[in-house]
C-alpha cells in the first residue's frame, strides 16, 4: 500500500509562518506557506521546500500565504487551490506586504512579478467538493475562520488526514462555525493558537464596544476602533449595528478594499443580506480632507492597522491624542514589541519617530476569529482522529501531552524538514 508522509515544515512552536509538506502518490503538496511578521524587524520565511507539486491554501492571512510568492522566483511553479475570496485577499495582504516593507527598508525574496505570478496559478475550490491531485484526493471544509477560510481533507490509498489551518467554533456576525461533518481521520494536523486560553462571550465584548463607541461620542470626543483589514472591521461595524448603534460610521485604511472584495463575495460570509446592509450604512474615507475632518469631529472610526504598527490610525492619533473624552479601541491580541501592546501596558507609543504619551482612553477587546481552547478540545472529539500534530502555538509540545494524556490517543509536536510522520 502506498504511504502519505506529513513534514512540518515551520510553525510548529510559534503562531506565524505556516507550512506542512504532504508527500503521497508522488506529489508533493504544501498545506500553507507562511511568513512571520516581526514588529520593528525584518519579515522570518519558512525554509524552502522544492519541487511542488501543488498548495493547498487555507486563508489569505499572511502567515499562511506569505511565502508563496518565493515559489515562483523562476517564473514557474505549482498550483494554488483556494476558495475565490482567498485570491482576492491575497492580492491586497501580498502587494501591501511588499509595500511596507519598502518603507521599512526590510528586504522581502519577492516583488510584484511574483505576486502576479501567484495570483495567476490560483484554482478555484468548493467547500465539501472533491478534487484530486494526482491520486490525492482533497475536499475542503469552511474552516468558520475569515471568509473563504478553508480545513483541507485529504485521503490517498485508504489513509487520511485533515489540516484546519486556523479554524473557529464560535459563530460570530459574519462567520458559521467550522464545518465538522468530515470523514473519518487518521492524523489531525491543527493549529493550537489559544491551547490555555479561552474567549470572552462575544455579546458582552460587542456590548462593551457599544458603551465605549457611545461614552466617547457623549463627552464630545471621537471613538477610533483599530483592527484588521480583512473580517474583523466589518464584523465590529456589524456588532455595532446588532447592538442598536444608530450613529455614523467611517472606513479607512486597507479595510475599505478588504470591504469591498468580501462585499463581492458575501456567500461567504453567514448573512450576505445583513452584511450588505451594514455595509451601506459605512463611510468610506476616501482623501484628507475628509480624514482631517472626521478627525476634529465627534466620529466613529474604524481602521487600520490593528497593531497601530502604521496606518490611518496613525494619523488619527495623533490628531486626538491629547483628548481625553475620545477612545481607542484595540479589537484584538496585541504581540509583543507591536506599538499597541506598548501602548497598552505604557501608555505610550512612537509616532513620526517621537515618543508621545496617549490621554485617550485605550481599551482592549477580543473579537478573534480563532478557535478557544474550548474549541480546540472540541473538534479533537468530534474528528475523533487516531493521531493529532498541534501547530501554530506556542505549547505545542504541552498541549500534545495533555491531549495524549486527555483522550488516550496518540499526540505529538513535530517540526523542521525531515521529521516527518508516515500514515
Given at each position: 500500500m502506498?504511504?502519505?508522509?506529513?513534514?512540518?515544515?515551520?510553525?510548529?512552536?510559534?503562531?506565524?509562518?505556516?507550512?506542512?509538506?504532504?508527500?503521497?502518490?508522488?506529489?508533493?503538496?504544501?498545506l500553507?506557506y507562511?511568513?512571520?511578521?516581526?514588529?520593528?524587524?525584518e519579515?522570518?520565511?519558512?525554509?524552502?521546500?522544492?519541487?511542488?507539486?501543488?498548495?493547498?491554501?487555507?486563508?489569505?492571512?499572511?502567515?499562511?500565504?506569505?511565502?508563496?510568492?518565493?515559489?515562483?522566483?523562476?517564473?514557474r511553479?505549482?498550483a494554488?487551490?483556494?476558495?475565490?475570496?482567498?485570491?482576492?485577499?491575497?492580492?491586497?495582504?501580498?502587494?501591501?506586504?511588499?509595500?511596507?516593507?519598502?518603507?521599512?527598508?526590510h528586504?522581502?525574496?519577492?516583488?510584484?512579478?511574483?505576486?502576479?505570478?501567484?495570483?495567476?496559478?490560483?484554482r478555484?475550490?468548493?467547500?465539501?467538493v472533491?478534487?484530486?491531485?494526482?491520486?490525492?484526493?482533497?475536499?475542503?471544509?469552511?474552516?468558520?475562520?475569515?471568509?473563504?477560510?478553508?480545513?483541507?481533507?485529504l485521503?490517498?490509498?485508504?489513509?487520511?488526514?485533515?489540516?484546519?489551518?486556523d479554524?473557529?467554533?464560535?459563530?460570530?456576525?459574519?462567520?458559521?462555525?467550522a464545518?465538522?461533518?468530515?470523514?473519518?481521520?487518521d492524523?489531525?494536523?491543527?493549529?493550537?493558537?489559544?491551547?490555555?486560553?479561552?474567549h470572552?462571550?462575544?455579546?458582552?465584548?460587542?456590548?462593551?464596544?457599544?458603551?465605549?463607541?457611545?461614552?466617547?461620542?457623549?463627552?464630545?470626543?471621537s471613538?477610533?476602533?483599530?483592527?484588521?483589514?480583512?473580517?474583523?472591521?466589518?464584523?465590529?461595524?456589524?456588532?455595532?449595528?446588532?447592538?442598536?448603534?444608530?450613529?455614523?460610521?467611517?472606513?479607512?485604511?486597507?479595510?475599505?478594499?478588504?470591504?469591498?472584495i468580501?462585499?463581492?463575495?458575501?456567500d461567504?460570509?453567514?448573512?450576505?443580506d445583513?452584511l450588505?446592509?451594514?455595509?451601506?450604512?459605512i463611510r468610506?474615507?476616501?482623501?484628507w480632507?475628509?480624514?482631517?475632518?472626521?478627525?476634529?469631529?465627534?466620529s466613529?472610526?474604524?481602521?487600520?492597522?490593528?497593531?497601530?504598527e502604521g496606518?490611518?490610525?496613525?494619523?488619527y492619533?495623533?490628531?486626538?491624542?491629547?483628548?481625553p473624552?475620545?477612545?481607542?479601541?484595540?479589537?484584538?491580541?496585541?504581540?509583543q514589541?507591536?506599538?499597541?501592546?506598548?501602548?497598552?501596558?505604557?501608555?505610550?507609543?512612537?509616532?513620526?519617530?517621537?515618543?508621545?504619551?496617549?490621554?485617550?482612553?485605550?481599551?482592549?477587546?477580543?473579537?478573534?476569529?480563532?478557535?478557544?481552547?474550548?474549541?480546540?478540545?472540541?473538534?479533537?472529539?468530534?474528528i475523533?482522529?487516531?493521531?493529532?500534530?498541534p501547530?501554530?502555538?506556542?505549547a505545542t509540545?504541552?498541549?500534545?501531552?495533555?491531549?495524549?494524556?486527555?483522550?488516550?490517543?496518540?499526540?505529538?509536536?513535530?517540526?523542521?524538514?525531515?521529521?516527518?510522520?508516515?500514515?
Amino acid at each position: 500500500m502506498g504511504r502519505m508522509t506529513v513534514q512540518v515544515v515551520s510553525g510548529y512552536d510559534e503562531v506565524g509562518k505556516s507550512a506542512v509538506l504532504v508527500e503521497a502518490g508522488g506529489k508533493r503538496i504544501l498545506l500553507d506557506y507562511g511568513m512571520k511578521l516581526v514588529p520593528k524587524q525584518e519579515p522570518v520565511f519558512p525554509p524552502p521546500v522544492e519541487d511542488v507539486d501543488a498548495v493547498l491554501l487555507t486563508h489569505a492571512h499572511l502567515d499562511h500565504s506569505g511565502a508563496i510568492p518565493t515559489l515562483f522566483k523562476n517564473g514557474r511553479g505549482p498550483a494554488i487551490y483556494g476558495i475565490d475570496v482567498t485570491r482576492e485577499y491575497s492580492d491586497i495582504l501580498l502587494s501591501d506586504a511588499i509595500k511596507v516593507a519598502r518603507i521599512r527598508g526590510h528586504s522581502i525574496p519577492f516583488g510584484m512579478r511574483e505576486v502576479r505570478t501567484t495570483l495567476s496559478r490560483f484554482r478555484y475550490v468548493e467547500y465539501g467538493v472533491p478534487f484530486r491531485i494526482g491520486e490525492v484526493e482533497v475536499i475542503p471544509f469552511n474552516a468558520g475562520h475569515i471568509p473563504g477560510s478553508a480545513m483541507y481533507y485529504l485521503s490517498y490509498d485508504g489513509r487520511s488526514m485533515l489540516y484546519t489551518g486556523d479554524f473557529n467554533l464560535t459563530e460570530t456576525r459574519l462567520m458559521p462555525r467550522a464545518d465538522l461533518d468530515i470523514p473519518r481521520v487518521d492524523l489531525l494536523v491543527m493549529e493550537s493558537t489559544y491551547a490555555y486560553r479561552e474567549h470572552p462571550e462575544r455579546s458582552g465584548q460587542e456590548q462593551l464596544l457599544r458603551n465605549l463607541v457611545e461614552d466617547a461620542l457623549k463627552r464630545g470626543g471621537s471613538a477610533v476602533v483599530a483592527g484588521f483589514a480583512i473580517g474583523r472591521l466589518v464584523e465590529v461595524a456589524m456588532a455595532l449595528r446588532s447592538r442598536g448603534f444608530r450613529g455614523p460610521l467611517f472606513l479607512d485604511g486597507m479595510a475599505k478594499r478588504g470591504l469591498d472584495i468580501t462585499e463581492a463575495f458575501a456567500d461567504r460570509v453567514k448573512d450576505p443580506d445583513y452584511l450588505r446592509y451594514v455595509s451601506r450604512g459605512i463611510r468610506r474615507v476616501n482623501g484628507w480632507n475628509l480624514r482631517k475632518r472626521i478627525a476634529s469631529s465627534r466620529s466613529v472610526i474604524l481602521t487600520t492597522s490593528g497593531m497601530l504598527e502604521g496606518g490611518p490610525v496613525h494619523f488619527y492619533i495623533k490628531r486626538l491624542k491629547d483628548d481625553p473624552n475620545s477612545s481607542l479601541t484595540l479589537t484584538g491580541y496585541q504581540i509583543q514589541g507591536t506599538e499597541g501592546r506598548r501602548l497598552l501596558e505604557e501608555g505610550k507609543m512612537t509616532l513620526d519617530d517621537e515618543e508621545v504619551r496617549v490621554e485617550m482612553r485605550v481599551t482592549q477587546l477580543n473579537f478573534s476569529a480563532h478557535a478557544s481552547r474550548r474549541n480546540l478540545l472540541e473538534l479533537i472529539r468530534e474528528i475523533s482522529p487516531k493521531t493529532v500534530i498541534p501547530m501554530h502555538g506556542d505549547a505545542t509540545d504541552r498541549f500534545a501531552e495533555e491531549i495524549s494524556e486527555r483522550y488516550g490517543i496518540s499526540a505529538f509536536s513535530i517540526g523542521g524538514l525531515g521529521e516527518e510522520v508516515t500514515i
